[in-house]
């Protein structure tokens, strides 16, 4: 089982995605329920109101840019809207998860086939953001690092890796989120770590990882 009470590694990827998200503007909600609304409208509404900003962070921790986690987040809830009446009370958050992982990995790749869209995300929130520049730079480089980093795993590690440690979920709710025995969540968590830690310390033998401590 995972020490959910760990140390300087959680705290150091929370600091990490803390810079990933620092200059990201909060997504604006706005999704009115008509008067006369059906049961359905009124349970989408409700849906996105919950868990829209849940659901557009996984996107983007799950590797999309900040425009793609905008549209991706509208794929999951028109998804959503389509099979309405197969998700399950108390499991939306699970169904919404699920969705998210199968549009963030479709729209991933995607964009390997169109690498020349790679860059342009940064560059339009950075526009956006009242740091000053030397600051700007800093949550530029952060962010860039630990997504390439985050890149680098198998979707089947990344999902439980982000869950954790950076939405602060327990392993219970991600296995139930995932649908998956909790020894399986544990066990790759574990391997996301350990390949987390390895890169990091790939990029600090390198001198080009922010606040590396000599």
Do not use: C, N, Y
């Not at 009124?42 to 900003?53: G, K, P, V, Y």
């Not at 991706?72 to 699920?98: C, N, T, Y």
């Not at 327990?170 to 391997?191: E, F, H, K, M, N």
């Amino acid at each position: 089982m995972i020490d959910e009470g760990a140390s300087g590694h959680a705290k150091g990827v929370q600091d990490l995605a803390a810079l990933l998200l620092a200059s990201e503007p909060r997504v604006p909600i706005r999704f009115l329920t008509p008067a006369r609304a059906s049961s359905g409208e009124q349970r989408l509404a409700s849906l996105m109101h919950e868990h829209f900003d849940f659901v557009w962070r996984s996107l983007r921790r799950l590797g999309l840019s900040a425009a793609d986690a905008d549209d991706g987040a509208q794929e999951v809830f028109m998804v959503a809207s389509r099979k309405l009446d197969a998700i399950e009370p108390e499991r939306e958050r699970a169904f919404l998860f699920g969705s998210a992982l199968k549009i963030a990995s479709t729209r991933r790749r995607s964009l390997r086939r169109r690498p020349e869209l790679g860059g342009v995300e940064v560059e339009e929130r950075e526009e956006q953001s009242s740091p000053g520049p030397e600051r700007l730079a800093e949550l530029s480089r952060a962010r860039q690092q630990l997504q390439s980093l985050l890149d680098e795993m198998e979707l089947e590690l990344k999902a439980p890796f982000v869950l954790f440690e950076l939405e602060e979920q327990t392993v219970p709710q991600i296995a139930d989120l995932l649908g998956l025995p909790i020894g399986t969540v544990s066990s790759r968590l574990r391997s996301a770590r350990q390949q987390f830690q390895a890169a990091v310390r790939r990029l600090q033998a390198r001198d080009e990882f922010p606040g590396k401590t000599r």
